[in-house]
């Protein structure tokens, strides 16, 4: 018997504890269902990130699916900053490993050394005027025998929770604000090749540290590697501070790593309550890895943090 258009035949399964998820048994090819997007996410809101594998997702359903969740981000602030789009659509951000000719990045390139900071955990977009909400990733193509690496998580949500007691109310109290900057982040994947780039010299997004998730109603760290300082503290306490956090935000317990398995595997994630960094390995600028993630803007009431309303991306170098 066929289910009700009304159910979706979605299979969700944890990963671990309260964080991720793997959803099976459910395609794109035919378009997006309202009972798949409400099961996805229901998901993406409990575990804060889920991979949907085998989703048969063309770039089209890709997009119809990331619009369900909101107004999407486009590629055009950095094509004007000087980078080539190989892609169709400007909604589509490139995250490949693969250059406007077809061919694999140049790792000693520009785009390499500015990819290194993919390695670091952080949260997209974070640097901008309005942060990102949802991040939408899907493969279109892989390295051979299993070498496709995959993405580790954060569950900043219950790094929060487990703080010690003195520390989570130091910063209830002093309700602190991080200084986000994409430029931060490249000078410490890439600090030789990006030696003459001060963040200084650019403008901060500014965040709030400790937030309300406001989608499931739990206080979580917003934290990244693009935090280059906390504003009111002196430096040396601002970094001993951040240095506290991010350390305990990255232990174990609170990582989850999905690993690709095949082209159509759809990874979503909120990033506003999960940290995220890509999985090096052997494989990265040997074969080609074919990624396309469409970036969902946060609708949340601290979308904006403490920035301008603003179009422009004023950090980007």
Not at 112 to 127: C, E, I, P, Q, R
Not at 276 to 296: C, E, I
Request: charged share 25%.
């Amino acid at each position: 018997m066929q289910p009700p258009a009304t159910m979706s035949t979605g299979k969700v399964q944890e990963l671990k504890s309260g964080f991720g998820a793997e959803i099976t048994n459910l395609h794109f090819e035919n378009g997006v269902q309202d009972a798949d997007f409400r099961l996805v996410q229901d998901a993406v809101t409990k575990y804060g990130v889920v991979v949907i594998r085998g989703t048969n997702l063309s770039d089209e359903t890709h997009l119809e699916l990331s619009r369900k969740f909101g107004e999407l981000d486009d590629v055009t602030p950095y094509n004007l900053a000087g980078r080539k789009h190989r892609l169709k659509y400007n909604e589509l951000f490139d995250v490949s490993n693969v250059d406007v000719g077809g061919g694999i990045v140049d790792p000693n390139s520009p785009r390499g050394h500015a990819d290194k900071g993919n390695l670091l955990f952080h949260v997209d977009s974070s640097f901008n005027p309005r942060r990102a909400g949802y991040s939408l990733l899907l493969v279109h193509e892989l390295p051979p025998n299993g070498t496709g690496g995959g993405l580790a998580f954060v569950d900043t949500r219950t790094a929060f929770d487990e703080l010690d007691e003195s520390t989570k109310q130091n910063l209830i109290d002093n309700d602190y604000i991080a200084a986000h900057s994409l430029v931060h982040s490249k000078k410490l994947a890439s600090p030789e090749f990006f030696a003459d780039l001060d963040p200084n010299d650019y403008p901060f997004g500014r965040h709030k540290l400790v937030q309300r998730h406001e989608a499931s109603g739990r206080l979580n760290l917003y934290i990244a590697s693009h935090i280059h300082h906390l504003e009111g503290l002196e430096a040396d306490s601002s970094q001993q501070l951040f240095d506290k956090l991010y350390d305990h935000a990255r232990q174990e317990k609170y990582i989850v790593q999905i690993d690709w398995e095949n082209p159509g595997d759809l990874i979503i994630w909120d990033n506003t309550c999960t940290m995220h960094r890509a999985v090096a390995g052997p494989f990265l600028y040997k074969h080609r890895r074919d990624m396309r993630r469409a970036t969902v803007h946060d609708s949340s009431s601290q979308a904006w943090g403490l920035n301008e309303h603003s179009n422009v991306r004023q950090g980007l170098p």
